[in-house]
């Protein structure tokens, strides 16, 4: 299937109304051609996203993060390509129900 990605980061055209990035229900359809594409789509939304403070290495199930006040105990993060379950949190550091299959440079974005 085909995918849409609304971001305010870097934006370069029609820039002034963001509005939908606080309010997704002013995400209503997608146009292509005069076609309506979105009346059977889902809108999913990223709320949050921190960054790694060090290196993630494979095999480990847990990361350093620059704000962990972003993430609760149940989250589902995104790392990369890589889908984890926060299990726990400690100071900075989350700890994820599997171990990671790639390694992370530090700065690696988390998103929830």
Known sequence: GL???YTGTDCVKNCENLL???NTDLIAK????GNVK?????????SAFGDTTVRIHSGVTSLQVTDASLFNVGDVI???TEIK????K???RLTVATPFAGSFQAGQKVLK
Request: hydrophobic content about 40%.
């Open 3 to 5: 995918s849409v990605l």
């Open 30 to 33: 997608a146009i292509d051609g």
């Open 78 to 80: 995104r790392v990369y």
């Open 85 to 88: 379950t926060v299990t726990a």
């Open 90 to 92: 400690s100071g900075g």
């Open 38 to 46: 979105w009346a059977n789509n889902k809108c999913y939304v990223q």
């Open 20 to 22: 939908w990035m606080s």
